[in-house]
């Protein structure tokens, strides 16, 4: 079964988050809710969205800026956006797309208009969403286009090194790699890196991950080195 997409609804009209809502979980979306734009930006940086339906006029932070801020950031700037708003104004359709929205639907609208857009949107994207390289064992996954690491709903906080430490061992599951090996592949030959330098990267990246209440999957290779196992 291929998992469902997920989508992200912001407005501040609970009538429209209802609606909205209601009609695209009976396409058998996951479908998120926020009422903000501060609540959209923080949702969208906790976790991917594989697209995120924005109004235009919220409270506080508009629909407007938060487009302009996700399109801006490297790690969200790949999610599409589809503009909501009552403003009919060409300028105003003008200034969303060029702010990097995918597309633009005006209220009112009718239901089968508003998926029939998302359908549209989710179509064109396909090719980047089934091209997006994903690392998934452990009850880890490691997005390698957004850089993210998440174990459960938790996203990790690991530095680039640790980041690309995990991304070595996962990608070559059940090899055995030398500290010498891991340090030439994950650190690239820099001067005056010690071989023990992997093992405090490795206690540190094991430490993050029981943090997150994930089973200790880096293997210690006794007189050898590490290795990744996503078996019991």
């Known amino acids: 079964m291929e998992p469902k997409l997920r989508i992200l609804v912001v407005d501040d009209e609970q009538d429209i988050l209802h609606l909205v809502t209601y009609n ?15 609540d959209a930006l923080r949702m969208v940086r906790e976790r991917p969205y594989q697209l995120v339906l924005l109004d235009l006029m919220l ?8 487009c302009r801020i996700l399109k801006k950031d490297p790690e969200t700037a790949g999610v599409p956006i589809i503009m909501l708003t009552a403003r009919t104004e060409e300028m105003d359709k003008v200034m969303g797309l060029e702010t990097g929205a ?15 857009r998302v359908k549209s949107v989710l179509r064109r994207v396909e090719g980047t969403l089934a091209g997006r390289k994903v690392l998934q064992a452990c009850g880890i996954e490691v997005d ?17 090194i640790e980041f690309r430490l995990l991304r ?9 790699f030398s500290r010498d090996q891991i340090l030439d592949a994950v650190w690239k030959g820099e001067a005056f890196v010690e071989s023990r330098t992997v093992d405090v990267h490795i206690r540190r990246l094991r430490a993050e991950l029981e943090k997150a209440a ?3 999957c880096i293997t210690t290779v006794r007189g050898v080195g590490y290795s990744f196992s996503d078996e019991e």
């Open 24 to 38: 695209l979980k009976k396409e058998g979306y996951l479908v998120e809710e926020a009422h903000t734009g501060d």
């Open 59 to 66: 409270p506080g932070l508009s629909g407007m800026e938060v």
């Open 102 to 116: 995918d597309d633009y639907i005006t209220k009112p609208f009718s239901v089968r208009e508003l998926v029939a």
């Open 144 to 160: 390698l286009e957004r850089h993210r690491v998440k174990a459960g709903k938790q996203v990790l906080d690991l530095s680039p």
């Open 168 to 176: 070595f061992l996962m990608e070559r599951q059940g090899k055995v």
């Open 214 to 216: 994930v089973g200790d």
